[in-house]
């Protein structure tokens, strides 16, 4: 009977519940209670939840005591099974693969039918410096504020990549702070929209754009590839990835690659992306002042990407005479397409006949160049 | 995390700096990429239109949705809302043109006016 309560006790001692009641356990319940409200906002208010959902398990998974998910491997003793995983987002090998997707599922004709729409793109890419420069100014180091400033760039995968190379300890914090706020973007932008703006632009028509061949839009993947990637090696893994996608697409000629680039792959990457991402959230790592920080600059970094893009719309009204509606620049800010659907919003809340949702797709998806160029200068900078 | 936060007002000018050769990068990039644009466009509708001059065919246009369909789809699917049957039709139909997406894959649950 005593042998039995002793191994009971041993039983209890080996627990995850007797760690969370030991010292410092809190952290570990306090990150327990994080991942149960992120899978809340996952599931019941679907915020971005194809990836909310496996970072907020993969944050559980993670504090929760002696699993060993992300031990690392020494000797011949093998590692966690995340661990393992990990190597994909600590690679830059998952980022690149989304971007396959991504490139695969987008269609460019808005942006080759309006190119200066580029332009809001890359004015759009001011917050990822206001940020870098705020960092800078709270004491973080350069890499930290280079990761912390691409959150402005509202685009998930180049965030990761970045954050992976030049600071992996901040990665939790960035890509939940870059994917929470890419969700709130329907809260974040109207009130910058309605303050950066009159009601006269806002209720702007903009004239249909002009068909795009089929010729330019398989051309347009190969000259993006040579020219930035020229320009900026660095990009070479995110605008190279994104472009192939794109040609899988635009070609025609490998409809199964296309169709597994924007379906297949990009949902299991998805999965071993989130969790990882999430597994790197354990206590000891998260629960700082830093990471308060860096949610509280990530907001800067997209308010000032919103204000960018708003502020190069007005300029471009005022240049082609009221025939460009500036809330078009909101949408330069990636976030494809959330961030053209409220632009699309505004604009008919402003004038009901207002249809801006495909003169918006332009700068959307030159903002995802334009962050991916932004990450690739940064890294030449500070890799 | 080995990083402690204090206030650095040394680094602002070579943050700013910095902040600024970023900013013109991306836009050097970018304003590069859209004259490449513009070019790839002109050259294109000029071998195009050289091609058409030569052989003129006529060229396919997308069929716009039929009315019975459109009119059909009014009839049994739509709750209309201070809208007739012709005005919704005709929302549905450029809704579809628009979009590039067929009027079969969309679905238009209500249409009210504003």
């Not at chain 1, 806002?202 to 930035?228: D, G, H, N, Y």
């Not at chain 1, 976030?335 to 959307?364: D, F």
């Not at chain 2, 070579?14 to 002109?42: C, F, N, P, R």
Request: proline share 5%; glycine share 8%.
């Amino acid at each position: 009977m005593g042998e039995m309560f002793i191994k009971l006790q041993e039983l209890l001692a080996d627990s995850g519940f007797s760690q969370l009641f030991a010292d410092g356990g809190w952290k570990n319940l306090v990150m327990i209670v994080v991942a149960c409200v992120l899978l809340y906002l996952a599931i019941k208010k679907q915020y971005e939840p194809l990836l909310l959902l496996p970072i907020a398990f993969g944050m559980l998974l993670v504090n929760l005591p002696f699993t060993g998910v992300m031990k690392e491997a020494v000797g011949d003793q093998n590692g966690g099974l995340l661990y393992y995983l990990y190597l994909g987002v600590k690679k830059g090998i998952y980022p690149s693969l989304i971007f396959l997707g991504i490139g695969a599922m987008t269609d460019f004709g808005p942006l080759l039918a309006r190119p200066s729409s580029l332009l809001l793109g890359a004015a759009a890419q001011l917050g990822i410096y206001c940020a870098f420069t705020l960092a800078r100014l709270i004491g973080f180091d350069v890499q930290s504020a280079a990761s912390i400033g691409i959150i402005g760039g509202a685009d998930g995968p180049t965030a990761i990549l970045l954050t992976s190379i030049l600071k992996p300890e901040l990665l939790p914090a960035i890509a939940i702070a870059a994917y929470s706020y890419m969700a709130l973007i329907p809260i974040i932008q109207p009130p910058l929209m309605r303050m950066m703006t009159s009601k006269k632009e806002r209720a702007v028509v903009m004239q249909q754009s002009r068909q795009v061949s089929k010729t330019e839009k398989i051309i347009f993947p190969i000259v993006c590839s040579i020219l930035v990637i020229l320009l900026l090696p660095s990009t070479a893994p995110l605008i190279g990835m994104l472009m192939l996608g794109n040609l899988f697409r635009e070609s025609g000629v490998v409809e199964r690659l296309s169709e597994t680039a924007q379906n297949n792959l990009i949902n299991i990457v998805t999965i071993f992306l989130g969790i990882t991402v999430g597994a790197t959230a354990a206590a000891d790592n998260f629960l700082r002042i830093e990471t308060l920080a860096i949610i509280a600059l990530g907001l800067i970094a997209f308010a000032f990407s919103t204000i960018g893009g708003l502020l190069f719309g007005k300029l471009m009204c005022w240049i082609t005479k009221g025939k460009i509606n500036p809330l078009i620049g909101s949408a330069g800010v990636s976030a494809v397409p959330m961030a053209a659907r409220v632009s699309q919003k505004e604009g008919q809340r402003a004038n009901p006949t207002n249809y801006l949702l495909m003169h918006a797709m332009g700068p959307n998806v030159a903002g995802v160049i334009g962050s991916a160029v932004a990450a690739g200068f940064l890294l030449a900078m500070f890799g | 995390m080995d990083i402690s936060l204090k206030f650095s007002p040394e680094t602002l000018p070579e943050s700013l700096l910095l902040g600024l050769l970023g900013m013109t990068v991306v836009m050097l990039a970018l304003v590069l990429l859209m004259a490449a644009i513009k070019g790839q466009s002109w050259l294109v509708s000029k071998l195009t239109a050289g091609k058409h001059s030569a052989v003129p065919v006529a060229q396919p246009v997308a069929a716009a949705p039929a009315p019975v369909a459109v009119a059909a789809a009014v009839d049994t699917a739509v709750d209309l809302h201070d809208v007739d049957d012709k005005t919704a039709a005709m929302i549905m139909a450029i809704v579809a043109d628009e979009t590039d997406i067929p009027l079969e894959e969309l679905r238009f649950t209500s249409i009210k006016r504003a």
